[in-house]
Nanobody, 119 residues
Framework: QVQLVESGGGLAQPGGSLRLSCAASGATFSIKAMGWYRQAPGKQRELVALDRFAEDTIYSDSVKGRFTLSRDKPTHTVTLQMNDLKPEDTAVYYC?????????????WGQGTQVTVSS
């Protein structure tokens, strides 16, 4: 199993910045991808950014050019730098990991952290 612990988030004004971090522990050797999803009230959870370790990093069209996902391999941590925040970025953000053998991949989720963008 993989455990995910999130930090960061909070309140920012439009145009401001916030940073989210997520540290993985447990079976970190089996992680294939890590990133962030978000869920706004009344909406489905959606992908924000995902680092696919053996491939590339993908971003939602709504955050491209504003958000940057980075990974620190030794600490098994991913960080989402969010710039030029907009009110529509307000949501609960969840760290995600895809792990396990390719024949039986599993999903792990953090507890969620609130991001609110408001003046």
């Amino acid at each position: 199993q993989v455990q995910l612990v999130e930090s960061g988030g909070g309140l920012a004004q439009p145009g401001g910045s916030l940073r989210l971090s997520c540290a993985a522990s447990g079976a970190t050797f089996s992680i294939k991808a890590m990133g962030w999803y978000r869920q706004a009230p009344g909406k489905q959870r959606e992908l924000v950014a995902l680092d696919r370790f053996a491939e590339d990093t993908i971003y939602s069209d709504s955050v491209k050019g504003r958000f940057t996902l980075s990974r620190d391999k030794p600490t098994h941590t991913v960080t989402l730098q969010m710039n030029d925040l907009k009110p529509e970025d307000t949501a609960v953000y969840y760290c995600n990991a895809v792990f396990g053998p390719n024949s039986a991949l599993s999903l792990g989720w953090g507890q969620g952290t609130q991001v609110t963008v408001s003046s």
